[in-house]
């Protein structure tokens, strides 16, 4: 029976039909829900490993003892694997490696915006990209498939709308679990010392030039011929954009999009009058084409950034589009992401921000925090980047020059340890914190080491920050609780003026955790009678918080003179407030009061 899926719901269900046996990944959207999705069938092993490094290296053992084995992350995720990926290709794989790399145009959940192809190309190994979710079920098929054949990882792209969008999928009965083929030791196969890499580097160049005859019958490179006028080669999402925009066109559909099927380009190019190459971000199709001596428009007419829709192609084509344009509303306020009510980011960084040090950033929930009003983070690079670069910063400045470093406990399990361990080998006089939320809460509230739980819900050893950190080398060790502002703003000024490295751990449970731990106290409510105006709790920028002006208020029993001196009170929202209790500390008066159980 058909379904509704999502991309990434079904790359999961075609991994499950294939007969994968094996995935590891570390959570990054747009990919995240692949492997939970994976997760959640019978018979496969699936885990989230500290980083994506990690989860390739145990997809590559995986597939070098004979499984088939899914390694999955974000496009910056494949930056962090690039190390084993480009040997892996040397190696081969044994059994079938696919490495599920989904990318983000428009960067709605990212630092940049990379195309993953070029690491296709750069590494030799061949990619594929589905433009919905069905092709999405049948490509991570297809992908095995070409694994096993060439002995080679694969890549399957992805994108945030492929990855997100819902389409209609139909599932097939999954394979009977396919036979793991035997490891046989073969030393000149896969151990790369250079005498031997060199003849693997010769493999891997007779593979890429059969996977180029592959690719020119391979079913999902698809001419469709409408006309001789014009035609467009394009892959993935921008196909559904373009076969919209232009449904008079012809079209090469890409499903390879490396290596390309250089005779099928040049028999479609023969065809029509006119060429066009449309693929988001890079000219990556269009630079090859070119190379081959044909014709074609591409990037001098399409942007390089951003999403594709059938507008933004019928404009770039045309000059004008057919597509709705959203009209502006003058008047409705800007509405920027927030940290929740009752997040325990909110209280370390409304005092960092007072104390005026410098923060390394990172990649996290609490990245946010650079945003007024809190202003209390002033970087933000890559994940792991917040312990290396205040280490710097604090060997290159003075020491009167406060630096602190904050990262998330999910990040610090990632790519902080080395640095921490750079950190206090190297003597750094910078404070680092671990928000410790204890999840992984930015990607949707997956586990780590540091929860003590597996992606497939066994207990296992919960990682211990305090005794890793004297471990690593650093006597200064502190445990904050982030809600209580007097102890982070004390503990905080003790370890900037001490000597050394020193780490805080401010330990506090995301307001999303459905646990005990993360349960707030009653929600809190302003006492209108009290608060006289000063606006010191909306300096937390929480969204429970708003203001009133008393123009748009009713008048109470003690509107008199008091009121005439302010501008309006503060209110506070009690069905989203969670009785954190920062703001409470920040009001003078005692207005902040806990709501009544029969209010």
């Known amino acids: 029976m058909n379904q509704l899926m999502s991309g990434n719901e079904a790359i999961a269900r075609g991994a499950y039909e294939w007969g994968v046996s094996f995935a590891a990944a570390y959570p990054g959207t747009p990919s995240t829900e692949i492997t939970q999705e994976f997760s959640l069938y019978d018979g496969v092993y699936a885990e989230w490993s500290p980083n994506e490094k990690i989860a390739l290296e145990a997809a590559i053992g995986a597939a070098l003892a004979g499984a088939d084995a899914m390694a999955v992350m974000k496009h910056v995720g494949v930056n962090v694997a690039a190390d084993p990926l480009f040997t892996v290709s040397y190696t081969g794989t044994n059994g079938g490696l696919v490495i599920v790399a989904a990318d983000d145009p428009s960067m709605h959940s990212s630092q940049n915006e990379q195309d993953s192809r070029h690491y296709a190309r750069a590494a030799k190994i061949p990619m594929l990209e589905p433009a919905d979710s069905d092709e999405a079920r049948r490509f991570i098929k297809a992908a095995f498939a070409l694994s096993r ?147 074609v428009t591409g990037k001098e007419l399409f942007p390089y950034n951003n999403e594709f829709d059938p507008g933004v192609v019928e404009r770039s084509i045309t000059g004008k589009s057919r597509a709705f344009d959203v009209p502006d509303l003058p008047g409705l306020p800007d509405r920027p992401p927030n940290l929740c009510p009752g997040c325990p980011h909110r209280g370390l960084f409304y005092v960092l921000g007072k104390l005026g040090v410098f923060v390394t950033g990172d990649i996290g929930c609490y990245t946010l925090s650079f945003m007024k009003p809190l202003e209390g983070l002033d970087s933000c690079i890559c994940m792991g980047a917040s312990i290396g670069m205040a280490h710097g910063m604090s060997k290159t400045l003075g020491r009167g020059d406060a630096v602190v470093g904050v990262i998330g406990d999910s990040t610090f399990v990632h790519s902080g340890i080395a640095s921490l361990l750079n950190l206090a080998y190297n003597r750094s006089n910078a404070v680092i914190v ?96 009290r608060c006289i105006g000063c606006k010191l709790c909306l300096d937390v920028g929480c969204p429970a918080i708003s203001w009133r002006p008393f123009d748009s208020l009713p008048h109470g029993s003690t509107e008199g003179k008091k009121r005439k001196r302010q501008e309006g009170i503060a209110l506070i929202d009690v069905s989203l407030c969670n009785g954190c209790g920062v703001c409470q500390q920040l009001c003078k008066t005692g207005a902040i009061i806990e709501v009544e159980a029969n209010e």
Do not use: W
């Open 149 to 295: 054949q060439f002995d080679t990882p694969v890549f399957l792209r992805s994108t945030t709308r492929v990855s997100h969008s819902k389409s209609v999928v139909a599932p097939e009965e999954p394979n009977a679990r396919r036979e793991e083929r035997e490891y046989v030791k073969d030393p000149a196969k896969y151990v790369m010392v250079p005498g031997m890499a060199r003849g693997r580097r010769v493999v891997v160049e007779k593979r890429m030039s059969a996977l180029r005859e592959f690719a020119e019958s391979f079913d999902e490179n698809v001419m469709e011929l409408n006309g001789s006028e014009a035609g467009i080669i394009t892959a993935g999402m921008t196909y559904n954009y373009a076969r919209e925009a232009f449904p008079g066109y012809s079209f090469l559909k890409l499903g390879m999009v490396h290596p390309l099927p250089e005779k099928m380009i040049r028999e479609f190019a023969s065809k029509v009058k006119k060429l066009y190459v449309v693929e988001e971000l890079d000219p990556f199709i269009e630079e090859q084409v070119r190379a081959m001596g044909i014709d």
């Open 434 to 529: 671990i928000c410790d939320n204890r999840t992984t809460a930015m990607t949707g509230m997956q586990d780590h080491p540091g929860t003590g739980v597996t992606l497939q819900g066994q207990a296992t050893k919960k990682l211990d920050f305090e005794a890793l950190a004297h471990a690593l080398g650093i006597d200064n060790v502190r445990v904050i609780n982030p809600f209580d502002l007097k102890e982070t703003r004390t503990v905080l000024k003790e370890e900037l003026a001490s000597d050394g490295p020193s780490l805080v751990i401010a330990r506090g449970a995301c307001a999303l955790l459905k646990s005990k731990e993360s349960q707030g106290k009653p929600p809190l409510m302003v006492d209108v009678d």
